[in-house]
C-alpha cells in the first residue's frame, strides 16, 4: 500500500525496525526526493529498504533490477507477508501470468516490481515502461547488485550494459544502483557504464566488525581445515574450492569426518544445485562446499564461518565471500589457507582466461593486492579496508592482531633468492630454487649444472618452510611473477632489480607458527 507517512513511519509500521542504519535515512530522503543514487554497503547493510522505502513513498511502480531470479519470488514472498504489494516478472512466468502482472502494474495494484535484467530491454517492456512514465506512474528504478556491469567481475552480466538507456529515455525517473563491491575501479565503471555521472555516491564503511579474519600458510589443507572446525560441530559454514572437482571431494570427506557438508557448483544438474541450496538455507549446521558459483544473494543470517581452501582472485573476492559469514553480527569467521601453489594457480587462470592483455595486467595486480594482504605483517582489517579506502586503528580481532608476527630484515634473504632466479634462467619453481638455495645434490641440479652456481648452498640458514615463505613474500610484493605458461617458474619483475641492486631494502615476516597442529587442550 502506498504510504503517506514518514520514511521512518513506513520503516517502523510497515518492517517492524525502530531505527535506520547507517546512511539508509539520506539514502532513502534523496531517492525519494528524486535524485540518482549509488549506494555502496556490504553485505548485510540493508540496502534492500533503501528502494523499498522510496517504492512506498514516490507515486507509481518502482522497478527492481535484479540478476538473481532465483532469489526474487522469495524477497516478493517477504514484502507480501509484510503487506508491501510487490511481484515478479521474469522467465518464470508463463504469459499469461506476465500479463496479469502487467495489468495489477498499470492498475496501480503494485508497489515493486522486481524485473530481469534480460526482460528490461525488451520492446514490450520499454513500451509499458512509456506509457508509465507517460502517466506519472513510474516510482524509480533499481538496479540491484549493479557491479554486474563491469567486465571484470566474475558477475558480469552483458544485459547491465543496456540499463544506460534507462536515463536517456527516463530522465525524470530516479535510479538507485545498489552494490557490496567497493573497489575504486568498480565504482567508476558502475558510474560511467550506468549513466549515473550525476548521481549522489554513498559509500558506507565495509567493515565487518564482527567477522574474525585469519590466515594460515598451508601445508595439509584438510588436516588445518579439520583443526579449524574443531569444536564449530553444528555450525553452518561455506568452505570455498577453486575447481567443481575439489569441491565434490570435500563436500565428501567433509562429511565422513562428522561435518554435513553439501556441494554446490556450476558443473551440478541444476535441480540438484537448487535442492542444496534450500538446504543450506534451511537446515542448520550444514556446511556448504562450493565454487565462487555459490553465493551471490544469499541471505543466509547464522552462517558461522567462510573457510577459503583455495585462494580467491582478487580481495574484493575475498571480501564479498568472507562477507557472507556473520550476516546476523554474532561473531564468525573468515578463515584461509593458502600457499605458493595458490599463487600459481591464480595466475595460470589468468593467463589462460583470454582476455586482453591489459586486462590480464589488472588481474595480475588485484591478485599481488590479495596477496600482499596474506602476507602483510599489519592487521588484517586495517589491510582490508585500506584497500576500499577506509583507513583505520589495527582491530584486535584478527590473527595478526592477535598474535603480531616477528620482522626481520630479509634484505639479504632476498638477494639470495632473487639471485638464484635470476642465475637459473627464470625457468624454475619454488622447490628447485629452495634446493639450489640450500645446496641439496640431485641428479636434477647436476644436470642442469646448478650445483656450480655461485648462488648454490648460499642459503643454508633457512629451512625449507622459511623459504618458502621469503618467495610467498617476494611474491607479494610483487618482486617475483610466477610464469605459468612456464610450469610455475618464478621470474623477476622490475621492481627485482632494486633489491638485486642493494638500492631497496626488504622487511619480511616470519612465517607464522604452524597452527595445522593442534594446540593445547585439542591435542589428540
Ligand atoms: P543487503 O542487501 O545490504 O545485503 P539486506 O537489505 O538484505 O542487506 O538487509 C540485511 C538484513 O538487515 C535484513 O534482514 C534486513 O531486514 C535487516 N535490516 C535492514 N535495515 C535494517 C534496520 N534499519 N534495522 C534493523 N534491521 C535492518
Ligand atoms: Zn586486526
Not at 227 to 249: D, N, P
Amino acid at each position: 500500500m502506498k504510504q503517506n507517512g514518514s520514511a521512518l513511519d513506513i520503516l517502523r509500521d510497515v518492517f517492524g525496525y525502530p531505527a535506520f542504519r547507517g546512511e539508509q535515512a539520506e539514502i532513502i530522503a534523496h531517492v525519494a526526493g528524486g535524485g540518482d543514487a549509488l549506494v555502496l554497503m556490504p553485505t548485510g547493510g540493508g540496502k534492500s529498504l533503501c528502494y523499498q522505502i522510496p517504492a512506498l513513498l514516490r507515486p507509481g511502480c518502482a522497478i527492481v533490477v535484479s540478476p538473481l531470479i532465483a532469489l526474487m519470488q522469495d524477497q516478493v514472498d517477504a514484502l507480501t507477508q509484510l503487506g508491501v504489494r510487490a511481484a515478479v516478472l521474469n522467465s518464470t512466468l508463463d504469459r499469461r501470468e506476465a500479463q496479469a502482472v502487467e495489468q495489477a502494474i498499470f492498475a496501480g495494484q503494485l508497489d515493486l516490481v522486481y524485473i530481469a535484467p534480460e526482460r528490461l530491454m525488451l520492446d514490450r517492456t520499454l513500451a509499458m515502461f512509456d506509457a508509465l512514465c507517460e502517466a506519472g506512474k513510474l516510482a524509480l528504478f533499481a538496479i540491484d547488485e549493479a557491479h554486474c556491469v563491469s567486465q571484470w567481475g566474475h558477475d558480469f552480466r552483458p544485459e547491465y550494459l543496456q540499463l544506460s538507456a534507462l536515463h536517456e529515455r527516463y530522465p525524470r525517473v530516479p535510479r538507485i544502483a545498489l552494490t557490496a563491491t567497493a573497489d575504486r575501479a568498480t565504482q567508476n565503471e558502475m558510474l560511467q557504464r550506468l549513466g549515473l555521472g550525476e548521481a549522489r555516491v554513498f559509500l558506507s564503511s565495509f567493515d565487518r566488525p564482527n567477522i574474525r579474519y585469519t590466515v594460515v600458510e598451508k601445508d595439509n589443507a584438510r588436516q588445518q581445515l579439520l583443526v579449524f572446525l574443531g569444536g564449530r560441530k553444528g555450525q553452518a559454514g561455506i568452505v570455498y574450492c577453486l575447481s567443481r572437482k575439489k569441491v565434490e571431494e570435500t563436500a565428501a570427506w567433509l562429511s565422513t569426518q562428522g561435518y554435513p557438508a553439501l556441494p554446490y557448483h556450476a558443473g551440478l544438474p541444476a535441480n540438484e544445485r537448487a535442492a542444496n541450496q534450500r538446504r543450506f538455507l534451511r537446515e542448520d549446521g550444514l556446511v556448504m562446499c562450493a565454487t565462487i558459483a555459490f553465493g551471490m544473494g544469499i541471505d543466509k543470517p547464522d552462517v558461522r564461518f567462510v573457510a577459503h581452501l583455495d585462494l580467491p582472485k582478487s580481495i574484493e573476492a575475498y571480501y564479498q565471500e568472507t562477507g557472507r559469514a556473520g550476516r546476523d553480527g554474532e561473531p564468525s569467521e573468515a578463515w584461509m589457507a593458502y600457499g605458493m601453489q595458490d599463487v600459481a594457480l591464480q595466475h595460470a587462470r589468468i593467463a589462460e582466461s583470454g582476455a586482453g592483455e591489459g586486462q590480464k595486467i589488472l588481474e595480475s595486480q588485484r591478485l599481488t593486492a590479495l596477496l600482499a594482504y596474506c602476507e602483510a605483517p599489519r592487521c588484517r582489517r586495517q589491510v582490508l579496508l585500506n584497500y576500499f579506502g577506509e583507513e583505520r586503528q589495527p582491530c584486535g580481532n584478527c590473527d595478526v592482531c592477535a598474535e603480531p608476527p616477528e620482522l626481520w630484515d630479509g634484505t639479504q634473504a632476498a638477494q639470495k633468492a632473487l639471485s638464484a632466479i635470476y642465475r637459473t634462467g627464470m625457468r624454475f619453481g619454488v622447490s628447485h630454487l629452495i634446493d639450489v638455495l640450500r645446496g641439496k645434490s640431485s641428479d636434477k641440479m647436476r644436470q642442469w649444472g646448478h650445483d656450480q652456481l655461485p648462488t648454490f648452498g648460499v642459503g643454508s640458514e633457512l629451512d625449507e618452510r622459511e623459504w618458502k615463505s621469503v618467495f610467498r613474500q617476494l611474491a607479494a610484493a610483487g618482486l617475483v611473477h610466477v610464469d605459468m605458461t612456464e610450469h610455475g617458474a618464478l621470474q623477476l619483475t622490475e621492481a627485482a632489480r632494486e633489491v638485486l641492486k642493494g638500492q631497496r631494502s626488504v622487511q619480511l615476516r616470519r612465517p607464522t607458527k604452524r597452527r595445522s597442529a593442534p594446540s593445547k587442550s585439542s591435542r589428540a
